[in-house]
C-alpha cells in the first residue's frame, strides 16, 4: 500500500509539473476536453453575450472581431434605436450590461454580533435574507425594508453550531441543522418576529435517524427540492439522507461515501438527480430512478480533488456543477464526463495534515490529479478551518458567466467561469468566510464571517473606488478543534 501510495504522489507530481493548461482554461487533454470545454463557452456566451447587432461595429484585430465586450453606453444607445429590432434588451443583453459591474464597493455593515456567523443566504426572490451563528441563533431580513430584522429565531438542540439553514421555495418555512440528526422548521411567516424554540414558536423537529440506527450522526447540508415537498441531507456518518414532508418521515437511506459528506443539493427542479461531495475527495452522482433492489449505486463519481469536499453548488441544468475542495481549489465538473469506478484511485491524504488548524503543504499546491475529471480548476482563494462555499453567481442578472467563494483568509474571491481569471477580491474581514450570497437581480453581495460581521457589497457609486481598499490588519491564526 505504500507502494502504491508513492507511485500515486509521483504521478501527481509530475502532473502538476507537466506545464498542461494552466488554471482556468482546464486541466486535461484531448479532444473531449476541448469539446466540452466549448460547450459550456457557447452556454455562457449565449447567456451573457450581447446580440451580434450591437456589437457589429467593434473594431478588428488581425482580421478577426475584437474580443473585449461592449461598452454600456453603446448597448443603451443600440436599444434606443432599435438594432435588435426588439425595441429592447434581451435577456443575454441584459446580463451583458449588468454583469459588468461587480459588487466591489466598500462594504457596508448589516450586521455585528460576537458570534462566529456560518451561513448567508439570500431567498429565491432576494426579498429576504438569512445569516446564522454559532451563537444558537438566526436572523432572517427583509432586504426591501432597509435590512430590518424580519424574524429573529433562537435555535433548539444546537450541536456545536449550525451547520446549515434552507428556505422553502416558497418562502414560508426556514429549516436549520447542527451536527444532530433532527432538523427543526420555523414558519417564517408567521407574525412572532422573536422565534424561541418552544417558548414563543415551536420548532418541529424532523427526525433523518430510524430505530435501526445504532450511533447518531450530525448533518453538515440541508436543501429542500424545487418543489418543496423533499429535503435532502449530508450527514457525518458517510450517508446521504432523503425527508418527506408531506409523509413526515424519512424515505431514503443512501450509505453514499467513505467518510463525511459534508454537501449535498438537488442538480435540476426534476430533484430526481443528487449530488455529493465528502471528505473521501470524491464527488458523486445518484439517479434516485435507478435504484432498484440489488442496491443504491452512484450513477457516477468525478475524480480530480486531492482532498475532502466541503461545498458543491450545481448551475440547475443537470449537467454542470462546481465544488470547493481542501486542496485549495474550486473545480468545474460535466457530468458526462463522469467515471463508473474510482475504487482504483487511492486517496492521497498525509495523515498528518488537519485543515482545521494547519495551513495546505506548499508542495502540494503544484499538484494534480493523474485521472483528473474536470473542466476547469479555480484557484487563488483558501478552504481551511470550515467548509468554505462557493456558487455560481445569479442566472438573471449574469447569466452565471462568474462563480465566488468564501475563504479562510478573509476575503471573497470571484473568478470569471470561462477564463479563470481573478475578477474581484473582496477584503474587508477580519476571520474566515464561511458562506457569500449573491442578490439574484442586483449587483449586491453578502458575506458572513468568522469575525461575527455580516457585510453587504454592492457595485460602486460614481464618488467610490472600483475596487475596495485593503484593510491593514494582523492575521490571527486559528487554533481550535472541531471546526466545521
Request: aromatic share 10%; hydrophobic share 30%; charged share 25%.
Amino acid at each position: 500500500m505504500r507502494a502504491l501510495r508513492s507511485k500515486f504522489w509521483r504521478a501527481c507530481e509530475e502532473k502538476g509539473n507537466a506545464g498542461g493548461k494552466s488554471d482556468g482554461t482546464g486541466g486535461n487533454e484531448g479532444e473531449t476536453s476541448d469539446q466540452f470545454h466549448h460547450e459550456i463557452v457557447q452556454l455562457t456566451k449565449l447567456r451573457s453575450g450581447p446580440h451580434e447587432l450591437f456589437s457589429r461595429e467593434t473594431p478588428k484585430v488581425g482580421g478577426r472581431p475584437r474580443a473585449s465586450s461592449v461598452s454600456t453606453f453603446k448597448m443603451l444607445a443600440g436599444r434606443e434605436a432599435n438594432c435588435n429590432g426588439r425595441g429592447r434588451f434581451s435577456a443575454a443583453d441584459g446580463c451583458h450590461v449588468l454583469s459588468r459591474y461587480l459588487p466591489v464597493s466598500t462594504p457596508v455593515e448589516v450586521d455585528n454580533t460576537r458570534s462566529r456567523a456560518y451561513v448567508s443566504q439570500f431567498s429565491a426572490d432576494g426579498s429576504l435574507f438569512v445569516a446564522a451563528f454559532q451563537g444558537s441563533h438566526i436572523r432572517i431580513y427583509n432586504v426591501e425594508k432597509g435590512w430590518q430584522v424580519h424574524k429573529n429565531i433562537l435555535a433548539k438542540s444546537l450541536r456545536w453550531t449550525i451547520t446549515d439553514t434552507c428556505l422553502s421555495p416558497d418562502q414560508r418555512y426556514l429549516v436549520y441543522a447542527s451536527l444532530s440528526p433532527v432538523v427543526h422548521i420555523v414558519d417564517v411567516g408567521s407574525s412572532t418576529t422573536e422565534s424561541l424554540a418552544n417558548v414563543t414558536e415551536i420548532h418541529d423537529g424532523l427526525d433523518f435517524s430510524s430505530y435501526e440506527d445504532t450511533d447518531e450522526f450530525g448533518i453538515f447540508s440541508i436543501k429542500f427540492s424545487t418543489d418543496g415537498k423533499e429535503l435532502v441531507a449530508a450527514t457525518s456518518d458517510a450517508s446521504i439522507y432523503v425527508y418527506d414532508l408531506q409523509a413526515n418521515t424519512r424515505t431514503l437511506h443512501i450509505p453514499a461515501h467513505q467518510a463525511d459528506v459534508n454537501t449535498v443539493c438537488f442538480a435540476d427542479e426534476s430533484g430526481h438527480v443528487i449530488y455529493s461531495g465528502s471528505d473521501d475527495h470524491l464527488c458523486k452522482v445518484w439517479d434516485r430512478r435507478c435504484f432498484n433492489d440489488r442496491g443504491q449505486a452512484a450513477a457516477g463519481v468525478l475524480v480530480g480533488h486531492l482532498e475532502g469536499v466541503t461545498f458543491i453548488d450545481s448551475r440547475g441544468d443537470g449537467r454542470y456543477l462546481i465544488s470547493n475542495g481542501k486542496d485549495q481549489t474550486t473545480k468545474l465538473w460535466d457530468i458526462r464526463k463522469m467515471t463508473s469506478n474510482a475504487t482504483t484511485y487511492p486517496r492521497i491524504r498525509d495523515p498528518d495534515w488537519d485543515y482545521r488548524w494547519m495551513e495546505y503543504p506548499p508542495h502540494a499546491k503544484t499538484m494534480k490529479h493523474p485521472r483528473d475529471l474536470s473542466l476547469t480548476t479555480y484557484s487563488g482563494h483558501s478552504v481551511l478551518r470550515t467548509l468554505i462555499r462557493c456558487y455560481f453567481s445569479p442566472e438573471y442578472s449574469t447569466g452565471r458567466k462568474y462563480i465566488f467563494t468564501g475563504s479562510s483568509d478573509c476575503c471573497v474571491y470571484i473568478y470569471d467561469l470561462v477564463s479563470g481569471a481573478q475578477v474581484g477580491c473582496l477584503d474587508y474581514h477580519e476571520g474566515p468566510v464561511r458562506d457569500v450570497s449573491w442578490h439574484p437581480i442586483y449587483p449586491m453581495l453578502v458575506s458572513s464571517s468568522w469575525d461575527g460581521r455580516i457585510m453587504k457589497w454592492e457595485f460602486p457609486g460614481p464618488d467610490e473606488d472600483s475596487i475596495p481598499p485593503a484593510v491593514k490588519r494582523k492575521k490571527r491564526a486559528t487554533r481550535h478543534h472541531f471546526l466545521y
